[in-house]
Every structure is written in C-alpha cells, then in structure tokens.
C-alpha cells in the first residue's frame, strides 16, 4: 500500500463514520449525501487496489460488486421517505436483487482466485437457515409475501461467507484470507440486523441502524482493502 491507498483507506474510514453518526435511520437529504459519498469511497478505494494489483478477473469482479452495492445503498435508503413507503417491499426487492449481484461478483472472484470445495455449500445451508429462523423465530419477525426472496437471499449471503472462510483453508490463513474471511461474517452480521429493520417497526431504530450500517461499512471497507494483498 502507498501513500494515496492509506489517504483513501483514512478517508473511507473517516466517511463511513460521520455517516453512521449523523444518518439517524437515512432518514433526511444529509443522510442520503453521507451516505452516497460513503459507499463512492469503499468503491473508490477497491478500485485502486484493483489498479495497483493489476486488474485480472478476480479484481475486475470485486469492483463490480462494490459498484453493485452502491446502487444496492442508494435503493435501500429510499423506502424510509414516507413518500416512498408504499413502495417499500418493491424497493426492499430491487435492493436485495442488486446486492445478489455483487455477492454473485464477489463468489465468482474468490473461486477463480482460490477455487471451490463442495462441503461449503452444506456449511451455506446451516448459516442461511441461521441468519432465516433467527430472525423468524426468536426476533419474531414476519417476512410476508417476501419470505421466499429472503431465504434466497440468505443463501446468497451465507453461500459467499462460507467461500469467504474458505480462502482461510485454501490460502492456509495469509492476509488476504483473513481479511475476506473477516469482510464477509461481517457483512453477514449486517445483513441479519437489516431484516430486523425492514421487517420490525419496534426494531426500527436508530441504534439498530448503527449497528447495521456500522458492520456494513466494516465489511465493504475491509473487502476492498483486501485486494493490496492478493499474490
């Protein structure tokens, strides 16, 4: 890492962090800048990593899926608008199509990079049933008509962190495996508390919001720091 890849590290850092203390569950004009000028960031930063590695498939991916999740960002802002809300579960959707793509970008990159072994997908099931009953059962949360998308989603998720903790196996613990092992659980993680946001209203709150966003920012920061290290 170089000069301009710790100032961009410290800037994402910095931004994602005012955001999470001003956002106030994104609600309001300030939020949505915070919030767009910290998702450029992480991408920002990826994409110079991708730059200073060398662009190969692997990188080319990672990008693809922090530009994704931009978008993914800006869509899961908006139901929180009240002139929005009756939109909420087809925003909610297209939010959860647009992060489906950069998980998808991000497992593809990782099997080019380290290869794929078939146990994950069983070790996928365990957390996505996890991450679904968790919420379902024990925060008492009611998915609705969109119950089917969320476990879909779920696997989604819990499909990359498995191949996330795989680069740990495959890649016998270096840098580059913890840190993607890390930027997964923790994007995992963020993802169980966004349902307990957009599917509970007394669980709608700001300290929730931080939680979520905090984690999230974490993970996205940490993915795209990871690619300095690949070899």
């Known amino acids: 890492m170089d000069n301009v890849s710790y100032s961009l590290l410290a800037l994402t850092v910095l931004s994602s962090t005012v955001f999470v203390c001003v956002s106030k569950g994104?609600?309001?004009?300030?939020?949505?800048?915070?919030?767009?000028?910290?998702?450029?960031?992480?991408t920002l930063l990826g994409l110079y990593a991708a730059f200073s590695h060398g662009f190969d498939w692997t990188t080319l991916l990672f990008v693809t899926g922090f530009i994704a999740s931009c978008f993914?960002?800006?869509?899961?802002a908006l139901p929180e608008w009240p002139e929005l809300r009756a939109k909420k579960q087809e925003l909610i959707m297209f939010g959860g199509l647009s992060f489906a793509l950069a998980h998808t970008a991000y497992y593809i990159g990782m099997i080019i990079l380290f290869g794929w072994a078939w146990w994950t997908l069983l070790i996928a099931l365990f957390f996505a049933a996890l991450f679904y009953f968790f919420n379902k059962?024990?925060?008492?949360?009611?998915?609705?008509?969109?119950?089917?998308?969320?476990?879909?989603?779920?696997?989604?998720?819990s499909i990359v962190l498995c191949q996330g903790l795989y680069a740990l196996v495959a890649l016998k613990f270096n840098l580059y495996s913890i840190l993607v092992a890390s930027g997964f659980f923790f994007f995992y993680v963020s993802d169980v508390i966004l349902m307990q946001i957009y599917f509970d209203e007394k669980r709608n709150t700001v300290k929730a919001?931080?939680?979520?966003?905090?984690?999230y920012y974490v993970a996205q920061t940490i993915l795209a720091t990871s690619l300095y290290f690949i070899k």
């Open 137 to 157: 059962l024990v925060m008492d949360i009611d998915y609705g008509k969109l119950a089917p998308g969320i476990f879909l989603y779920a696997l989604f998720v």
């Open 26 to 42: 994104q609600k309001g004009i300030k939020s949505l800048v915070f919030k767009a000028i910290a998702s450029f960031l992480f």
């Open 209 to 215: 919001y931080n939680f979520n966003l905090g984690f």
């Open 72 to 76: 993914g960002d800006f869509i899961l």
